[in-house]
């Protein structure tokens, strides 16, 4: 083999690791070019939605599920943080372990009987779980302040270094983004991967395969709610502040958007996805007050033309075209 | 190794299989022939638990497979193909046969997002038992295609390679040469060929009468729902019963 040989052969067997390693640096690197912290504030809000698409994007994408419900895990996170080191005084980092043990608690909870439930009943299920969810938070006052939210909630530190600025949250909310990137990135290049997609093209194929169609869906389903979770306590100790309009059935069908925009089973498509949803607004004047409609129209065309999702749509297209172009090369 | 029992599988009050009862015997072909609608898929679907059947037993390697579902009986080590082709074309041809070791490459979602170095280690060694099938089946070539941009022809050998991949017990194919043209067909034949010469048992569902007859170590006649005949290819080639029923509508079209 040549060097150059060689170099490919590096490249094409370790693409994922480098690709990782390069966004790592690249993120590393971008505080000492972009100070502005507003910009830094919308590329923190992008890394938070980042964990929960990932996770999403596991269980619409890969699994080929659906659920409208995900703002609720990632309210109950966020509430769970709050009420935890607030009204109760405990320590951030366990509570915020402990709240995703609760939620993953919860997930199983309403998993188990709604995901028997397919296509439109499941979107309904997770859609009603969201709205049982928010209305609890804009009810139950006395414990989560109602519709005028909590406010009060400590920054995260690690031993006397606080994550109060938008530097520092930068490469706090980056880490978890990455982490879940990683572990979403390696999940899916296993045979447990394989098995979702599997399930995800043929329930039939899939249980004559031995994959246990129904557990494989609740896992993916606990696993996508605990990045949500752990998204919503790093939300809430981010802006010190929570309230119930963050998590309503809204927010849940942005997070279905954004998995769509970046393409069903992308990985790595869900930043695109989580980037282009978050800066829309901040790029046309217009999406400030249209928000809902133009995400809904955004939503409806491209699963009209691209119903893999956008990035992956468009990719397939072009490796679709390079492949038939090469077979004609090859036969003529 | 399989044995069937008086199984009935009827839908709403339409009887569709009516006291079924066979034995598939270990290291030989058996195929399932009948008219249209003799219940030979639903008797597969029984078999694989995709369908519950209503009355009598399944038994295999001295297990009960009724009541069970179908991800379990996969795993006790029944693989099958579909009449219609149930593969996932946005996947590749690779990554298809790898799908048909599911029961073997684990199924913690914790050590799969982990990748710990002997998940990694067994990845590879499933990936070079897929592309030994692979290149078993001609197809090493195009391993790494999309499976949706295949002609009808491979689909149904990458179909058959993703049943063999596991090496199972027993496989059961539905309708393996459906749909192809003479050559295809003719290597399907060869395929199927090598895999009864290296021991494996099968359970053939087929129209194609040459294949079945050239292939066969015993035959089995359904014809709405009941089994009519049984026995070695030329024993049921001269069963008057099935020469009424089924080949004898063939002659007369023919």
């Known amino acids: 083999m040549s060097i150059k040989e060689k170099i490919l052969y590096f490249i094409t067997l370790h693409h994922t690791g480098l690709t990782v390693s390069g966004f790592s640096l690249a993120l590393v690197l971008f505080p000492l070019f972009e100070d502005n912290p507003y910009t830094l504030g919308l590329t923190n809000l992008i890394a938070i939605y980042v964990i929960i698409v990932v996770g999403l994007n596991l269980f619409i994408g890969y699994a080929g599920q659906i659920s409208l419900g995900h703002a609720a895990f990632f309210g109950l996170g966020a509430y769970g943080s709050a009420i935890a080191t607030v009204t109760f005084g405990l320590p951030a980092w366990p509570s915020m372990f402990g709240?995703?043990?609760?939620?993953?608690?919860?997930?199983?909870?309403?998993?188990?009987?709604?995901?028997?439930?397919?296509?439109?009943?499941?979107?309904?299920?997770?859609?009603?779980?969201?709205i049982v969810v928010h209305t609890i938070m804009l009810q139950w006052d006395q414990v989560t302040g109602g519709p005028s939210g909590f406010p009060g909630i400590p920054s995260l530190?690690?031993?006397?270094?606080?994550?109060?600025?938008?530097?520092?949250?930068?490469?706090?909310?980056?880490?978890?983004?990455?982490?879940?990137?990683?572990?979403a990135l390696n999940l899916v290049r296993s045979g447990v991967g394989r098995g979702l997609a599997a399930l995800a093209g043929d329930e039939t194929a899939a249980a004559a395969l031995g994959v246990d169609t129904q557990r494989a869906k609740i896992k993916v389903f606990v696993l996508s709610a605990v990045f949500a979770s752990i998204a919503g306590s790093l939300f809430a100790h981010c802006y010190n502040f929570v309230s119930p309009d963050s998590f309503d059935i809204f927010a849940s069908t942005d997070m279905a958007i954004m998995v769509v925009v970046g393409g069903m089973g992308s990985i790595w498509g869900s930043v695109i996805g989580a980037g282009l949803l978050t800066l829309l607004p901040e790029w046309i004047d217009i999406f400030e007050n249209y928000k809902d409609l133009i995400h809904g129209l955004i939503l409806v065309l491209i699963l009209m033309f691209l119903p893999q999702g956008l990035m992956t749509g468009l990719y397939e297209k072009i490796t679709d075209k390079i492949t038939l172009r090469r077979q004609k090369n090859a036969a003529s | 190794m399989l044995h069937l029992e008086e199984v009935g599988k009827r839908f709403g009050g339409l009887p569709a299989l009516d006291q079924v009862s066979f034995s598939v015997p270990r290291g030989q072909v058996t195929a399932l022939i009948g008219p249209n609608g003799a219940g030979k898929s639903t008797l597969i679907n029984c078999i694989t638990g995709v369908l519950h059947p209503t009355t009598?037993?399944?038994?295999?390697?001295?297990?009960?497979?009724?009541?069970?579902?179908?991800?379990?009986?996969?795993?006790?080590?029944?693989?099958?193909?579909?009449?219609?082709?149930?593969?996932f074309p946005r996947l590749s041809v690779l990554d298809n046969v790898l799908t048909g070791l599911s029961c073997e490459a684990g199924?913690?979602?914790?050590?799969?997002?982990?990748?710990?170095?002997?998940?990694?280690?067994?990845?590879?060694?499933?990936?070079?038992?897929?592309?030994?099938?692979?290149?078993?089946?001609?197809?090493?070539?195009?391993?790494?295609?999309?499976?949706?941009?295949?002609?009808y022809g491979d689909k149904k050998r990458v179909e058959l390679a993703r049943a063999c991949v596991a090496e199972p017990e027993l496989i059961l194919l539905d309708e393996p040469v459906a749909g192809l043209n003479a050559e295809e067909t003719a290597s399907v034949g060869e395929?199927?060929?090598?895999?009864?010469?290296?021991?494996?048992?099968?359970?053939?569902?087929?129209?194609?009468?040459?294949?079945?007859?050239?292939?066969?170590?015993?035959?089995?006649?359904?014809?709405?729902?009941?089994?009519?005949?049984?026995?070695?290819?030329?024993?049921?080639?001269?069963?008057?019963?099935?020469?009424?029923?089924?080949?004898?509508?063939?002659?007369a079209t023919a």
């Open chain 2, 56 to 87: 009598g037993s399944i038994r295999f390697l001295d297990r009960q497979l009724t009541g069970q579902a179908a991800y379990a009986i996969a795993r006790l080590g029944i693989a099958r193909t579909f009449q219609n082709l149930k593969l």
């Open chain 1, 157 to 183: 530190s690690i031993g006397g270094f606080v994550f109060d600025d938008e530097v520092r949250l930068h490469y706090l909310l980056w880490s978890f983004a990455l982490l879940a990137l990683l572990l």
């Open chain 1, 99 to 130: 709240v995703a043990v609760l939620v993953a608690l919860v997930a199983l909870l309403v998993g188990v009987p709604t995901l028997r439930l397919s296509g439109h009943y499941l979107a309904m299920a997770t859609l009603g779980c969201n």
């Open chain 2, 107 to 151: 199924h913690s979602l914790t050590m799969a997002m982990l990748r710990l170095p002997y998940l990694r280690h067994r990845e590879r060694q499933l990936k070079l038992r897929a592309l030994e099938v692979l290149d078993r089946f001609d197809l090493a070539d195009k391993s790494r295609l999309p499976v949706g941009t295949l002609a």
């Open chain 2, 191 to 251: 395929q199927l060929k090598q895999l009864r010469s290296a021991g494996q048992t099968l359970l053939l569902v087929e129209h194609d009468m040459e294949l079945v007859m050239g292939i066969a170590d015993q035959v089995v006649v359904l014809d709405s729902g009941c089994c009519i005949a049984r026995g070695t290819p030329a024993e049921v080639r001269n069963n008057p019963l099935v020469l009424e029923a089924y080949l004898g509508q063939m002659e």
